[in-house]
């Protein structure tokens, strides 16, 4: 039902570019920074394509013993920046 791809471009002085593809024709392009040492990625959407409700996202990966959290805000035309996905990726 849901499927996203895309490209992580990290950069030597922790900031991050990151252009997501999603199934449903939503296109995101986001920004942000990731800190190695505390394992966190915080990504801030610049652009949100193809989406006519969609105004903003915020991701943010977190490694916490061995398991990649991550939650996705967002915003819509109706709605401010609210929590809208949380999961846990467990390796097995």
């Given at each position: 039902?849901?499927?996203?791809s895309?490209y992580w471009?990290p950069k030597?002085?922790?900031t991050?570019?990151v252009?997501?593809a999603?199934?449903t024709?939503l296109?995101?392009v986001q920004k942000?920074?990731?800190n190695?040492?505390?394992?966190v990625?915080?990504?801030q ?7 006519s409700k969609v105004r903003?996202?915020?991701?943010v990966?977190?490694?916490v013993?061995?398991?990649i ?14 929590p ?8 097995v």
């Open positions: 039902m849901h499927a996203e895309g471009r030597p002085d922790g991050i570019e252009v997501i999603q199934s024709g296109v995101e942000g920074t990731y190695a040492q505390e394992k990625v915080e990504l959407s610049e652009t949100v394509g193809n989406a903003e996202t915020r991701r990966f977190e490694l013993d061995g398991d959290c991550y939650e996705v805000k967002m915003a819509t035309n109706a709605v401010d920046l609210q809208h996905l949380k999961a846990a990726l467990k390796k």
